[in-house]
């Protein structure tokens, strides 16, 4: 099969690094990566992505200029392994430079060449989450057709049980631990972690636990779904779970933040492995660390006020460590380098509607 890994814009080289460490060698395109395997392949990378958004089937790629082309050519693909009467289905079409532009009439006839193949209506829904998410893409009039083994966006873990303003999903705080290089070898320190998604996450990387063992997917409902090989690739992954020996701590100046992360780190099974505690940058004694924040900015603050807190990182981040890499977001380069220290950009990427980017500053 040929399978797309979707990834937010600035993190493909992340999902593409994080295939090739399931054996899986993918080329990376604009919003996602590209790989092919058979249905072990594609329930591991379900189970195991951490940056990845969803992971698509792609079913029949083709070129249709015209409406009656469109539903004899989507009639070929092999729709019988993912339609059934009892799972509503929802076709959504995206269409760019192609002389099929109205999307509406193109989810139309696709539902058309389906309800041709199964040989009955397939029921719809208006949501991409409910069973089975067929995606249309047109572009210079060639029409790919995938659906989406994931179900909802992978970021859904399954343990965000208490949220906090402006929580940061758990995709980018995976990708963020991910790109830092952080395994779990020093202490790890988040001193503005709301609702403790970057400690969580970190604690999920360094533990090893795969961050979709709490979860269901889509294709655990389609009519290949293999439920013996399922459990196999679960109970192989579950193996090699380990202890997590270093510090992870999260910090905030909110108590009810810290309420919330206690209770998520509860429902991620990785209580043992973390600590909140509700206080604003600590004295801290450790001679080498990470540190991998979310600082407030953006709509929250006015830049005079993010600056102060920027700033205040940094100072903190030079007196309690001999040696560091920090890696947090900021909106801007003035802001990030607001810090004090000498900030590189790594990434970018969009984190509740606006544009950050992830910088790094490191000693020793």
């Not at 807190?309 to 802001?335: C, D, S």
């Amino acid at each position: 099969m040929k399978l797309f890994a979707v990834s937010q814009p600035g993190i493909e080289q992340v999902t593409a690094d994080e295939l090739q460490t399931l054996g899986l060698n993918g080329t990376i395109l604009p919003g996602g990566v590209e790989f092919e395997g058979g249905l072990r392949e594609l329930y591991r990378a379900n189970l195991w992505l951490r940056s990845a958004s969803r992971v698509l089937v792609r079913l029949c790629t083709f070129r249709a200029k015209h409406f009656a082309e469109l539903v004899r050519k989507a009639s070929k693909c092999p729709w019988s392994h993912y339609i059934t009467p009892e799972l509503p289905i929802k076709v959504r079409a995206t269409s760019r430079r192609s002389k099929l532009y109205h999307t509406k009439a193109i989810e139309e006839r696709v539902l058309r060449a389906i309800k041709e193949v199964v040989g009955f209506e397939p029921k719809t829904t208006d949501y991409e989450d409910e069973g089975t998410s067929v995606i249309v893409r047109f572009e210079n009039d060639i029409c790919t057709i995938s659906v989406n083994s994931s179900g909802a966006l992978l970021h859904r873990r399954g343990y965000r049980v208490a949220e906090t303003e402006a929580p940061l999903r758990e995709n980018l705080a995976a990708a963020m631990v991910l790109l830092s290089g952080w395994r779990g070898e020093v202490p790890l320190v988040d001193p503005f972690c709301g609702s403790g998604t970057i400690p969580i996450e970190a604690a999920l990387i360094a533990a090893n636990i795969p961050p979709g063992f709490k979860r269901e997917f889509a294709f655990m409902k389609w009519p290949n779904f293999d439920s013996s090989l399922w459990e196999e690739v679960k109970s192989e992954a579950l193996s090699g779970v380990r202890p997590v020996n270093v510090p992870v701590l999260g910090f905030d100046i909110d108590p009810d933040a810290v309420s919330a992360a206690e209770k998520n780190a509860r429902a991620a099974g990785v209580e043992r492995f973390v600590t909140f505690k509700n206080l604003s940058f600590p004295e801290l004694n450790f001679s080498e660390a990470f540190i991998v924040t979310n600082p407030p900015y953006g709509v929250r603050l006015t830049f005079v006020r993010a600056s102060q807190v920027y700033r205040r990182l940094g100072e903190w981040v030079e007196t309690n460590f001999k040696r560091y890499k920090l890696l947090f977001l900021a909106p801007g380069r003035r802001l990030a380098r607001e810090t004090g220290l000498p900030v590189e950009q790594v990434t970018h990427f969009s984190n509740g509607g606006i544009t950050v980017g992830l910088w790094v500053a490191e000693k020793g």
